[in-house]
C-alpha cells in the first residue's frame, strides 16, 4: 500500500466524522464518541482496518479505545498505538482536551496499558 493510499484511506475516515459531527451540531443534537466511530470508522477499509475495544474491555483498565497496530507488509516491522478519543473544547481563545475523566484514572491506565506494551 502507498502512502497515498493511506493518507487517502484517513481522510475518509476523518471526513465522514467532521460532516457528521458538523451535522449533529447544526441541528442543535450534540454527538457522542461511539456515533461517530460507528459512523465513520469502516470509512477507511480496506487499507484501515479496526478492531475495537467494547466498553466492558475499555473499562477494564486498558483506558483506550482502540489498539492500532502499524504492520509494514514488506519488512514485517510494526508498532502500536494505544488510542483514547477526546473532544477539544474551547477555554477562552484556546483548545483545550480534558484528560481528568474520573479524576484522572483513565489516563493513567492508559499510560499504564502503554508501558505494559
Known amino acids: 500500500?502507498?502512502?497515498?493510499?493511506?493518507?487517502?484511506?484517513?481522510?475518509?475516515?476523518?471526513?465522514?466524522a467532521e460532516d457528521y459531527m458538523d451535522e449533529r451540531d447544526r441541528?442543535?443534537?450534540?454527538w457522542v464518541e461511539e456515533s461517530v466511530t460507528d459512523i465513520a470508522i469502516h470509512r477507511g477499509l480496506?487499507?484501515?482496518?479496526?478492531?475495537?475495544?467494547s466498553r466492558q474491555q475499555e473499562g477494564r483498565g486498558v483506558g483506550a479505545d482502540y489498539l492500532w497496530w502499524w504492520l509494514d507488509r514488506d519488512s514485517d516491522e510494526c508498532f502500536g498505538m494505544l488510542v483514547q478519543?477526546?473532544?477539544?473544547?474551547?477555554?477562552?481563545?484556546?483548545?483545550a482536551v480534558d484528560i481528568s475523566h474520573r479524576n484522572g484514572k483513565q489516563l493513567g491506565d492508559l499510560r499504564r496499558s502503554a508501558n505494559q506494551f
Open 85 to 95: 478519543a477526546k473532544r477539544l473544547h474551547r477555554e477562552g481563545s484556546r483548545w
Open 27 to 30: 441541528a442543535d443534537l450534540g
Open 46 to 53: 480496506p487499507q484501515v482496518r479496526v478492531v475495537q475495544f
Open 1 to 16: 500500500m502507498s502512502a497515498a493510499e493511506l493518507l487517502d484511506a484517513f481522510t475518509r475516515v476523518r471526513v465522514a
